[in-house]
Antibody, heavy 131, light 107 residues
């Protein structure tokens, strides 16, 4: 069974740090980009960061760049999110997701494009920032 | 960053109805547009990718259309399990961005 399981969420004080983990199983982990998405209480989804298969490329949303670091260990089938200088606005459920891809031909241009999407999600881990 | 705007923010409908949710991008994203469903307390699930392709296992009552800046998600023949939140997301550029969501409620 294809599965992602997050862990590491906790109640932390402002300015604190955490490391979130996401363990993958049931698929060839090293073949996929991986993404972290968060959702503040009662709010919508926010894309946070993603990482290439070999870890050589990483991208972040502006609001976390410099405080969050995404990493992965393909030998352990795991992706991580290191969070520093936590703020109240970082309070959220953090989901990890697999980036699936499909190559599809565009009917208008006859060109083929690589489309990506988040096709497998974990159940999430909760980070609460409060003094 | 590309901003995604969904309308309406909430919608009331009855079982069996046909509903349409709209998503507009602040700049063209070609067909790089995905739709997700999220039930309360659960992780999101992929419904549609590449604007109009139905993801494996998703019922055929879900369909997507559009390209460029304007997209729609249509649910034909609402079922009780369809009452949930729906999000569009562009995969044209980084950071990937989501719409603010549409809450589909039972009338």
């Amino acid at each position: 069974e294809v599965q992602l399981v997050e862990s590491g969420g906790d109640l932390v004080q402002p300015g604190g740090s955490l490391r979130l983990s996401c363990a993958a199983s049931g698929f060839i982990f090293s073949s996929f980009w991986m993404t972290w998405v968060r959702q503040a209480p009662g709010k919508g989804l926010e894309w946070v960061a993603n990482i290439k298969q070999d870890g050589s490329e990483k991208y972040y949303v502006d609001s976390v760049r410099g405080r969050f670091t995404i990493s992965r260990d393909n030998a352990k089938n795991s992706v991580y999110l290191h969070i520093n200088s936590l703020r109240a606005e970082d309070t959220a459920v953090y989901y990890c997701a697999r980036d699936g891809i499909t190559i599809k031909k565009n009917s208008d241009t006859s060109s083929s494009y690589l489309y990506d999407y988040m096709d497998v999600w974990g159940k999430g881990t909760t980070v609460a920032v409060s003094s | 960053d590309i901003q995604m705007t969904q309308s309406p923010s909430s919608l009331s409908a009855s079982v069996g109805d046909r509903v349409t949710i709209t998503c507009r991008a602040s700049q063209g994203v070609r067909s790089f547009l995905n739709w997700y469903q999220q039930r309360p307390g659960k992780a999101p699930k992929l419904l549609i990718y590449a604007a109009s392709s139905l993801y494996s296992g998703v019922p055929s009552r879900f369909s997507g259309s559009g390209s460029g800046t304007d997209f729609t998600l249509t649910i034909s023949g609402l079922q009780p399990e369809d009452f949930a939140n729906y999000y569009c997301q562009q995969s044209y550029s980084t950071p990937r961005t989501f719409g603010q969501g549409t809450k589909l409620e039972i009338k």
